[in-house]
């Protein structure tokens, strides 16, 4: 699984390394001879690259005579060289459609207006070639890569060799210094030192902590490309479609298992949905919350090490990715026996409430924040009835004391990242108002920590929470997730009936 590296790098040029020296002569020679030629493959265009152009094309107007370096990011490190699998860029998904590991897309301003486009990647080799056998990065560790040809058949985008990247910039400034340039910085470490090496302006230092000229920037590109996101296109709006049945299917995969869950734990529960999430996608979304008991208090529990225990509820917080890299984003909170007890179908049915004034607000033209206020409002109203809180409800919501048993807002945008667009400009995001095509989530809840003194023994360690997917439309709302059990007797049914193996 290990190969030897004697190789090296250097800043601007992607790794090229040396066959490793151990091997004689007589083997180097020996492993690269005798192999079949490389065949060229017939590039399937994907599905949408008519999409992909059109953003770029927005992107390049919104940025006139700017360079655009939006590279896809490179996976992290776990070990020495042992990484983290690895998720390209939303932003370059959203640009590309593509997900290879260290391309970087250029947009270089033409002196006639609009920009040249250029995807740089690393191609295909031969297997007689050293690339081919490169430790770390080779193609007979990796698998097979796509040639240029391939790639650029299959995205719809000029692409070009990666090793050409650093060249290309620096001729690229050298011909024309006075172009700025804007990147997404933190991605990948040779284009951004890359960057801050042609762009002395780069290097500047922070005064008064204000962001330098470059920050300013790259700032904005990112938040540009947030705020883009904001309303989806056909093509995105059926992902999240996609996402949201896959993610359903791993709801009921859980359901149906949790016998197995109750002997082992919310290890099983976390196991069962990313088995669902690897089969039908490309990964989780996001990391699983698989909370039984007082850990759905958490609302960050994503340990998932804890027992199953009937008689208490199970929150379980997940969404499937698809292998386009949009997400669902769903929580349904069950009884583990199939059977709330009074208190927690008195607090559940508080937060199903929620949960539909909240979804009843979301239209286009209402403001984002009135859905939050509407699901804050219901839960305000049944803790000051409930006597946890003293009411009126209006000085409640005004001093925000229900905040102590709510803990979150009721939902944000949801798409290729599960907290999506959260950079957009707040006047067009969370000061702004809704629009057909946007997706948000819908997820009221409602948390008794174990050690809460201000609320009667009976509430501490219940957490509920319920989150839906929903599409703003023309004409109102369409819940995603609404084939999801989600009322108190559908999801008692839906645990025993599925318990019974039905
Ligand atoms: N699962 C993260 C969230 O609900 O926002
Ligand atoms: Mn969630
Ligand atoms: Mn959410």
Redesign the pocket.
Same mark, same amino acid.
């Given at each position: 699984m290990h190969v030897i590296d004697n190789g090296k790098s250097s800043v601007g040029e992607r790794q090229r390394t040396a066959a490793p020296q151990r091997y004689s002569e007589e083997l180097l020679t020996f492993l690269r001879s005798g192999w079949a030629e490389r065949s060229e493959r017939t590039p399937v265009p994907i599905e949408q690259s008519a999409c992909t152009a059109k953003r770029r094309q927005a992107l390049s107007a919104a940025f006139p005579g700017e360079r655009l370096v939006i590279p896809a990011g490179t996976a992290k490190t776990r070990v020495n060289d042992v990484k983290f699998g690895f998720r390209p860029s939303s932003e370059y998904v959203y640009l590309t459609g593509d997900r290879t590991e260290g391309a970087v897309l250029v947009l270089e301003p033409t002196p006639a207006g609009g920009h040249d486009e250029r995807l740089y990647l690393q191609p295909g080799t031969s297997p007689d070639s050293r690339e081919f056998w490169a430790p770390g990065h080779g193609e007979l560790e990796g698998g097979r890569r796509r040639s240029l040809a391939e790639a650029a058949g299959e995205l719809g985008v000029a692409t070009g060799d990666i090793g050409r990247l650093a060249a290309d910039l620096r001729e690229a400034v050298a011909a024309r210094p006075e172009v700025p340039s804007r990147m997404l910085r933190g991605h990948d470490v040779v284009p951004d030192a890359l960057l801050a090496e042609l762009e002395p302006d780069r290097l500047a230092a922070r005064e008064g902590g204000e962001p330098t000229a470059a920050e300013a920037r790259d700032r904005e590109l990112k938040a540009h490309l947030a705020g883009a996101r904001l309303v989806k296109d056909a093509w995105e709006i059926e992902q999240v479609r996609r996402a949201c049945a896959s993610t359903m299917r791993g709801f009921d995969d859980v359901v149906a298992e949790l016998d197995q869950a109750i002997a082992v734990g919310e290890r099983w529960v976390e196991g069962t949905f990313w088995r669902r999430a690897r089969a039908d996608g490309n990964d989780v979304g996001?990391s699983s +919350?698989c909370a039984a008991g007082a850990h759905a208090c958490s609302l960050h529990w994503v340990r998932n090490d804890g027992p199953l225990r009937p008689g208490e509820l199970l929150l379980l %917080?997940a969404g499937v990715e698809t292998d386009t890299f949009y997400t669902a %984003?769903v !929580?349904r909170t069950f009884p583990i026996s199939g059977t709330f007890t009074a208190i927690q179908r008195k607090v559940y049915n508080a937060v199903h409430d929620a949960l539909e004034a909240a979804i009843a607000a979301v239209e286009p033209g209402a403001r984002f924040r009135a859905y939050h206020e509407a699901a804050e409002r219901t839960l305000a109203e049944r803790l000051v009835a409930w006597g946890l809180l003293d009411g009126p409800v209006d000085r409640v919501l005004e001093r925000g004391l229900s905040r102590r048993y709510t803990l979150h807002g009721a939902g $944000?945008m949801l798409g290729l990242d +599960? $907290?999506d667009c959260s950079g957009a400009p707040r006047a067009d995001y969370v000061d702004g108002v809704l629009e057909p095509g946007m997706v948000l !989530?819908v =997820?009221p809840g409602l948390y008794f920590q174990p050690g809460d003194l201000t609320v009667p023994a009976e509430y501490r360690g219940i957490g509920v929470r319920i =989150?839906d997917d929903v599409l703003v439309t023309e004409e109102g709302s369409e819940n995603l997730t609404a084939a999801l059990p989600c009322g108190a007797g559908e999801v008692e049914n839906w645990v025993r009936s599925r318990r019974r193996g039905n």
């Open positions: 996001y +919350v %917080d %984003d !929580t $944000h +599960v $907290h !989530t =997820e =989150e």
